[in-house]
């Protein structure tokens, strides 16, 4: 029903900065949230940043500050601006749209099929 494509990855020096887009398309009425996951190697993936239906805003202690979520719906597209990038920040990026199953609990529905983003020291 929905289709994510993410794009915008690539190799940036630690300092540089980044923007990740995601195309949707289908049909999201049953879709609350949008969020950027990502995942290392050998690691699990984490939740980056989310921004409900409503316009709010979530992001892991770790990018807070660095990075900013948002979204243009007359393009249907969801961004993630990385700033400061730091190594730490290398892994592969996932657009995902999330349903809410409970009052503050989110399910991820559909995930795009990543694009690697590398911070190079």
């Known amino acids: 029903q929905v289709q994510l494509v993410e794009s915008g990855g690539g190799l940036v020096q630690a300092g540089g900065s980044l923007r990740l887009s995601c195309a949707v398309s289908?049909?999201?009425?049953?879709?609350?949230?949008m969020a950027w996951y990502r995942q290392a190697p050998g690691k699990q993936r984490e939740l980056v940043a989310a921004?409900?239906?409503?316009?709010?805003?979530d992001y892991a202690d770790s990018v807070k500050g660095r990075f900013t979520i948002s979204r243009d719906n007359a393009k249907n597209t969801m961004y993630l601006q990385m700033n400061s990038l730091k190594p730490e920040d290398t892994a592969v990026y996932y657009c995902?749209?999330?349903?809410?199953?409970?009052?503050?609990?989110?399910?991820?529905?559909?995930w795009g099929q990543g694009t690697q983003v590398t911070v190079s020291s």
């Open positions: 995902a749209a999330e349903r809410r199953i409970r009052v503050g609990v989110y399910e991820v529905a559909y």
């Open positions: 921004i409900t239906s409503g316009g709010n805003t």
């Open positions: 289908g049909s999201i009425f049953s879709i609350n949230a």
